[in-house]
Structures are given as C-alpha cells and as structure tokens.
C-alpha cells in the first residue's frame, strides 16, 4: 500500500481497479458531537491512543448547533442535604418504561464521573461558593437532579472536549459521509472490521477516489439521532444521522418508534420551551401566504384562564406528552399540529400582544401559573414586556440569528417538531451492539425507554461513550483485520456503493433530471405527515407503502448529477434515510400490531379511545370537538415491562448488504425469535425488518461488599 497524496495518514488499496485511500486504526468514532468526542478522549487516556474520527462535519450535529432555553444537563444530586443514590438515580431512569436496567444503573453509576470530567475540562455549570452543583427539578424528575450553563449547555461540553481530543493529537477526518459498514461474519459471529466512507469534498471526475476505506477492529458509533427522516424537525441543520448503514449491516434496533416531539420554532430551529411560554404568548395562525390571521386555540379552550394556564404549563411540560393531551398542557401541541398538518396552515407566536383581550388579566390565571408570575414579578405588560423582564437573554437570542427574528417586532413561526429519538441502535451494558466491536453511543444508540427525565440525554452520552471506551480499552486491543482479508471484505461493499453512484449518474447523463433532491424532500414530508406525533395504523401503513417503493426500485430511481458534489452525496444520504424509515415504519406497525397504545410522545390513533376532554368547568368530562384521529387510548404502561427489538434482514445476492443480521435460529436461548423471519421473503430488495419483543433486562442486584468486590476486581479484573 503507498500513501495518498491528499489525505495524511493513509495507504492506497487497490479494489476492483479503483485506488482507494484506507485509514487504518483500533478503533474509529464516528461523528464529533459531545458522545464523539468525550468516547475518544475517554480511550486516549485509558490508553488506547490509536483511534481516528471521521465524521461528516465536524461543526454539524445536535450537541454543537442545539439548544433550548436553558438546555439541562441530568446528573446525580451534588449539593444540599437532599438525599439521592446511584440505586435511586438508576430507577427514576429505569421507570421511564421500555428501558434496560444495566443501562439505567450504568447512567447513575457514571454521572458523577461523566459530569465532574465535563466540569474538570472546562464547562462552567454552576456552583455556589462551597462548589456545590446546585440542581433543579427537570421533568420526570422526583428530586432535583438537574444543573445547566444556560441555552448552549452542549455546545460548550462539545468545544471543550474537543480542545482535548486536539491536545491529545487524535486525527480527525472531516467530510466523510457514512456509506456503509464492513463486517465479517454472521449471526453471533458478526465482527465489525471496518467502514467506507463518501468524501464529499471530492469531485466524482475520475481524477481522486471520492471513497475512504476504514480498517478498524471498533466502531464507536456517535452519529446522532436518525434526525433526516423528518421534514419537521427542530434537530439542526445538517444533523443527518446514519442509522441505515448500521441496520443494513445487521446491527438490531431497539425501542425505535419512541421519539420526543416539542413545540419549537422553525426559522431558525430552537425549542420554544421555559420563558417563551411562560410569558402567555399569542398564537396565531395563518393560510400559507400569511393571511387569514387568526387565534386558533380559542375554537377549542373557551375560558381564557384556562387558556393562559394551559400555555404557561407549556413552559415546563415541553415535550409532547400524550398523558397531558387527554386534559392538559398536551392539547396545544395538538392544536398546533391540526393547524399545521390538517389544515395546511401556518402558525406563530406574537408577543407583541396578549392572547385574546388587549390587556393581561392575571387574575384569571390558574394558581400555580400566577404564583410564579408574580414571585417573577411580570404579572404585567404584553408577552414582551414580559419576556424582556424575565429573561433578557431569550429575547436577544432571536435577534442574534441569522436571518434574525426581533420578537418585538414579528412573530415567529412555529410547529411540533421532532427533537429527540429516545430509541436507537441495539446496546448492551458496555454499549456494544449485536455486531462485536460495534458500538453504538449517544443519540444513535437506543439506552433509554419511553419517557426519559429531561438532562438525561447528555448524561446518557457521555456514560456510553465512557462505557464504550472502557471495554474496548480493556477487551478490545486487537489490530485490524490483515490487508488481504480486509480487501476481501470491503470489496462487495465498495463494488455496491459504486454501482449506486454510477446507475445514478448515467441516469442522470441520459437525461433524466436529478431528483435527490426531490426524494430527500418526499420522505420527510411523508414521515412528519403520517409517523409524527400523531400516528394511526392506516397513516402507518400508507407510509411503509411508498416507502418500501421508493426503496426497492431505489437504484431504478435515483438520478444523480455526477458534476453536484451534493447529488452524489444526497444518492446515499436518501437511501440512508430510505432505510431507516422504512425499518421505523415497520416498527411502529409492529407496535400496533403488538397491541402498543398511545405513549410517550406519541398519539396512537384508536377508534374505540376517546377524545381530549373539555378539562374544566362543570363540562369538564366532555369531549371536545376534535376530528377522529386524535381518539387515543393510553397504554398505561402495559408494555413498559417489554422491549422491542427490530433487525434487518438484507436480500440475498445484493452486493455489499448485510452479512450480520441474527437470524431467528442463532438467537440467544433466553431472548424469543424474531416474529416472521422464518418466512423471509429473501428477494425482496427492500430487505425484511423483523422484530421480537423481550422482558426490559432488570436493574442488576449486584454483590456490594466490598471486600468481594474487590477481590473480583483484583484477581479477575472482571467487571467487563
Ligand atoms: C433543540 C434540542 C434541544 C435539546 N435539549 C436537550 C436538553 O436540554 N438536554 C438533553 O439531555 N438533551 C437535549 N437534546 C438532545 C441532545 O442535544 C442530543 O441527544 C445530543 O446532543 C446528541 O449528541 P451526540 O453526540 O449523540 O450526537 P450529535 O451531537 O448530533 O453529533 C452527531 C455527529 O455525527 C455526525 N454525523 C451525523 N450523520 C452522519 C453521517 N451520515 N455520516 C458521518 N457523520 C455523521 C454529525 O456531523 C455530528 O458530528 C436536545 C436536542 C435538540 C435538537
């Protein structure tokens, strides 16, 4: 192997003809988010210093560009007299639902560690003069587990474990677009050996190899939530995610179809959550052309107190909660949704002005929404007013955008976006997938359950990229797979990738207009219209059907201009995306088949549930008048105590797909088949995503002497 000239620290294998740049290293994180990052300085310093990043870009994803009001880290309680434990802090994360106990008590037992680290590099969270870490209470939250820097809490985690994976001289290599995973092996034998990469900095002129091979014997897979498959999204720009390529390669899913969606606006993307509902603004909506302005929520909640209450409780219930949609702060999100989704409508946020009357009549506010108003000392004024006097800060945030919104000025449009994928990719208590090597960490792996506290996301990323680091650092030494066998392995994989982008282009040269594009568009409207937030059996079915069309003809489809560097990279972004909704789709079919009910942030259709109630007043029982779809029945937790599991069984024959999903034989005598592989139809070139649901792994009741512990550790060191 010689040297590529453009790209440092590589050697040049020839597969197939085409000279291809090959990176070779232990172990190579994927993405440069706050999980990214902290999982490769966590393997530096536990001595694993031969690691490379890749990533697509490395300013892009959610931890860098995302935020809210005052963005919220969970943690372990530092402070006062409150008593809390790692046992206590394992089952509030456990009661979540759906969720592994050995993740759970794993979340607990590194907060401290994962938090005072972040602290020790730099992320200014708050302590009081004694360096106590003051909490608050989150949402799902029974103590005050809490703390935040302020709206860029991950932002700041991101820019400080960076400057240390600089410091440590870990090489990281931008622009490269995830394409597909290289493993060996099937079933349980299934070992990660490497992954090809797009450069999407390269043209596609024959002159360089737009591909990069990586030799690796570990993955750490932090490329986020798979945040494409939505139009409606408050996931920022250029956040992609790349779960399909793991799927294609056999790595199971978990808990997919539980996502958290919020009331957020769209241009720019920020969740409107804490003072921006606290200060009662007015909503509005308008026809797409911006007129035909009017208050919508008015149709449905008559009294004005109630009204100005419900959207207050906004301000902390900030997800979409399903639970609150039946007589509480939910209906809003509904109510956005039918303007937006239903009607075809536009909606805003005017702070200019009161809802309904000019003036602000606090009296009729609900006491626990006055209360905290008048302890703020804001019972006054128009939204704005209020605002400014709260939380500066939230006002200036808007006008410091690009392009910018001034609040006194304009409103500011907004919708129920999805924010978060609480399910991901398959892990196990070292974060490590199905796939031997693989392991998926933060938002792209699948650690919690249904309802998760707020902060616990970051917590959750930081402790698997620790966990990951640990076990490769301590179990996972070994170098990469030679260079013959690797060229073996990566050449039905490469042969694929390239036979997509040229069907694609000579479509394209033959004249049939680009559509990437198009498609990209197409998907993420279906997925946000019909698998949002609002989701029936029907709306579910509707969808897998286009979905799984536009995946099977996908390479009889595509059109790509080979002269776009974009194009080329959006051939396999959309099938990436293609994948994975088709596999979230089949899920959530699944789901309902499995008898699953409204839960978490989603609303179910069911014909025989029932409608949001009027929720106060002497009508209180009643329903109100809402079209069909929002009839749900809550699942009250009857699956909280099961888990399910989702694998993508790859088409025989088709070049570089999957050669790791387990099937139903090779499963683990404890964990039930998965449902309807036996009869696999194997042609289908959309692949079959099959699933089974397990008993949630208990929280572990380890031996806590400590002499035993000890010993074990000592002489087997066999905590891994
Ligand atoms: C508006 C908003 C508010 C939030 N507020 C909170 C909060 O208050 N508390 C909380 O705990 N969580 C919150 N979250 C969730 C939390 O921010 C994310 O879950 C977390 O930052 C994800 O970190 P990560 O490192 O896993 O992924 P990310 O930070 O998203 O990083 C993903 C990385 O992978 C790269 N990548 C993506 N796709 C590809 C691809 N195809 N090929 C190559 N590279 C790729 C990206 O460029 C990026 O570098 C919020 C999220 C949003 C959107």
Known sequence: MTTAQDLPGTETLTIDDLDVPVV?????????????FCAADRLWELGQEDVVMVTDKVGAGASRNAGSDKQTYYKLTLSGGDGDSVHEMAQTLFSGGAMDGDNALAEAALSARCFLRLCDLGVPFPQNRYGEFIGYKTDHDPRRRATSVGPYTSRSMVQQLEKKVARNGTPIYDNCRVIDLIVRG?????????????????????????????????IVYATGGPAGIYATRVFPNGQWGASGAAYRAGVHGKGVTEWQFGLASIKPRWNVSGTYMQ??????????????????LTEVIGDYGRLMSLVFLKGYQWPFDVRKARDGSSLIDLLVYRETVLRGRRVFLDFRSNPVRETFDHEELEPEAREYLEKAGVLFGTPIERLRAMNEPAYQFYLDKNPYVDLEQEMLEVDVCAQHNN?????DRWWQSNVAGFFPVGEAGGAHGVYRPGGSALNSGQVGATRAAQFIAARRTEDPLGTEEFAAAAAPVLAGARSLAEVASDRAAAGTPDNTGELLTAVQELMSAKAGPVRSADSIA??????????????ELVSADATSRRSMNRTFLVRDILTTAYIYLSAMADYVAHGGRSRGSVLYTDPAGDLPLVGYGPHAEQELDLPELFRFSLDGGELAGQ???TAWLAPVGTPGASVGAQAPSEAPVTEPAFAAAAERDS??????????????????????????VWREYREHGNVY
Request: charged share 20%; glycine share 10%; hydrophobic share 40%.
């Open 542 to 555: 509707e969808a897998l059907a286009q979905v799984h069309t536009w995946l099977t003809g996908y390479s």
């Open 423 to 427: 399910g991901g990719l398959l892990v």
């Open 643 to 645: 888990v399910q599991e």
């Open 186 to 218: 099937e079933g349980a034998e299934a070992q990660i050996a490497g992954l090809l990469v797009l450069r999407t900095d390269v043209p596609h002129d024959g002159q360089r190899s737009p591909y990069l091979l990586l030799r690796c014997a570990n």
């Open 683 to 708: 042609t289908d070139p959309a692949g079959q995503p099959v699933f089974r649901w397990r008993p949630v792994r208990p929280i572990p009741a380890d031996d806590d002497f400590f002499e035993n």
């Open 24 to 36: 070779s290293a232990n172990t190579v994180v994927v993405g440069t988010g706050s999980a990214g």
């Open 279 to 296: 200060v009662i603004p007015r909503f509005v909506s308008t026809d797409a052309d911006g007129g035909d302005e009017r208050e919508f």
